[in-house]
């Protein structure tokens, strides 16, 4: 499990478990959200990425389930 804050303007911090396959987003809003089926490669994608919010909302959300955690 890798967890790690950063400084991003969308992203507060993210938590990868590669035996889930589940990629946890905290938001900088607070918001929570756990994406499934992420793959390492892909997750490895998204650590390697320039914008991680870009990635994000390119990459993850349009094809990875999620489900909301909290607010």
């Known amino acids: 499990m890798l967890i790690k ?4 303007t969308v992203i ?4 990868y478990s590669e035996n889930k396959k589940t990629l946890r987003i905290v938001y900088q809003s607070g918001a929570v959200y756990d994406y499934l089926g992420v793959s390492k ?4 994608e998204f650590t390697s990425a320039f914008s991680k919010g870009t ?10 389930r999620y489900r909301k955690i909290s607010d």
């Open 5 to 8: 804050n950063m400084p991003s």
């Open 12 to 15: 507060k911090s993210f938590v």
């Open 41 to 44: 490669t892909v997750f490895d």
């Open 55 to 64: 990635f994000l909302n390119k990459v993850i959300k349009p094809n990875f």
